[in-house]
């Protein structure tokens, strides 16, 4: 891939945030000479043997609720080779047994493409105990389960790959229809961690367009409502802390991000669809220096890297309804608001927009949902003990 260097960032205490970066070539071809000028070019190359080093240690989170068989089928199509796939699914195992289908599904093209996976169901008490030995209680339903939610989840998907050591974690939806697109997204990642230079990264896709079609027209449109309001929001926290108005932030709602594992250990993550507009809150709480309350001390010297590249394939998935739109508009902006280092002169604003949206009545606030801390306060060695992962379908044998 050859992939642009940013020349902007914005700072909030030790979070960088840079400006987006554009995708030159998807693919860059292999490891050889550089041009002379290359050190100094502010488009960079990663050569295929640098992504594929990269995935050897990365694994990808598919997070699947009662999605179409044949959009997970093309989601697992476009993952690069060398990374180990982590399907998380809450899908339906009540009438029909989805979740079955779902195991079907990645067995198959995974064993006709020679590929390494797990995949496991949120609701299997093998997964539960793995938290409850570690004393992480808040993620247990009273059922003793995971909770429901996409956040809940990742978060399976982050103790495993924590468990399995490797050293990189990229999230990928599993309702897209543009398989070419999930392996744009991978080698974005592996690019992003293969020119960082800090073991603090986070990347985040900006989707190039979000296809629709209206009148019999197709329209490439590039934000979408949700996007739109936590991406201001956002901004208008960072501004309000620097004094000066910016509109770095362009990947509030990024289902497609990917994180270090040593980054991901350290930050709490949102309840449900709170979880991406939630990662910049919790890094501005614990690396931007803006509160002592929810700094910690010993990320005193931390320097956390948020790069945001833009795709150049258009992103098409599974349309779900406004209802579904407003609760991710109140979840999101719910997640800035009860922060603690989030201003008054803010919190009223984003009463004034979700009352103006109709998402909350006159004496309504925000929702506010759980925050689960950091894994890696937690007694990891308890759940390495009981971790199994022939338990959960797995093959680990690439040929
Ligand atoms: N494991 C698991 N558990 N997966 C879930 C759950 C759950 O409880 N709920 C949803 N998912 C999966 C879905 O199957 C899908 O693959 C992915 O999580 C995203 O859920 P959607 O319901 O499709 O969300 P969306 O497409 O409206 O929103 C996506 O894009 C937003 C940006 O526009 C999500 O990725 C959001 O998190 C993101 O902010």
Redesign the pocket.
């Known amino acids: 891939m050859r992939i642009e260097l940013s020349n902007a960032f914005e700072r909030l205490g030790n979070v960088l945030i840079y400006g987006t970066q554009k995708v030159y070539a998807l693919d860059a071809g292999p490891e050889g000479p550089n041009h002379p000028n290359d050190k100094y070019f502010v488009v960079r190359k990663v050569a295929n043997e640098q992504s594929w080093n990269v995935e050897q240690e990365m694994v990808i989170v598919v997070?699947?609720?009662n999605?179409k068989l044949k959009l997970l089928e093309g989601v697992i199509t476009g993952i690069p080779h060398n990374c180990l796939i982590i399907v998380?699914?809450?899908s339906d195992r009540d009438d029909v047994d989805r979740f079955n289908m779902e195991k079907n599904v990645v067995e198959n093209i995974c064993h006709f493409s020679k590929r390494d996976f797990l995949i496991v169901h949120?609701k299997d008490p093998e997964i539960a105990e793995l938290f409850e030995s570690m004393g992480y209680a808040d993620i247990l339903g009273e059922d003793g389960l995971i909770r429901?939610?996409?956040s809940?989840?990742m978060l399976i998907g982050i103790l495993l790959t924590q468990l399995l050591q490797k050293k990189y974690i990229g999230f990928i939806?599993?309702?897209n229809y543009f398989p070419g697109s999930i392996y744009e997204y991978v080698r974005i990642y592996s690019s992003i961690f293969s020119l960082s230079k800090s073991d603090y990264t986070m990347g985040r896709i900006l989707w190039h367009s979000k296809p629709k079609a209206i009148n019999s027209n197709i329209l490439f449109s590039k934000w979408?409502r949700?996007?739109r309001l936590t991406n201001y929001y956002l901004n208008r926290l960072i501004s309000l802390y620097t004094g000066f108005e910016t509109d770095i932030i362009k990947t509030a709602?990024?289902?497609e991000h990917c994180i270090s594992m040593n980054l991901a250990m350290n930050m709490d993550f949102g309840a449900g669809?709170t979880?991406?507009p939630y990662n910049y809150i919790n890094l501005f709480e614990k690396f931007g220096g803006v509160d002592k309350l929810t700094n910690q001390s010993d990320n005193g010297n931390k320097v956390v890297h948020i790069h945001q590249v833009e795709s150049r394939n258009p992103h098409l998935?599974?349309s779900?309804g406004n209802e579904?739109v407003n609760d991710?508009i109140d979840n999101s902006l719910g997640s800035i608001f009860h922060s603690l280092i989030c201003p008054l002169e803010l919190k009223k604003e984003l009463i004034k927009e979700l009352k103006k949206a109709k998402i909350i009545l006159q004496n309504e606030m925000p929702v506010k949902r759980a925050v689960y801390k950091a894994l890696g306060l937690f007694d990891l060695n308890k759940a390495k003990q009981k971790f199994d992962p022939d338990k959960f379908g797995h093959m680990l044998t690439t040929v």
């Open positions: 997070p699947i609720k999605e998380v699914s809450n949120q429901d939610g996409k809940e989840g939806d599993s309702d979408g949700v996007s709602n990024a289902g669809f979880v991406e998935h599974e779900k579904h991710m």
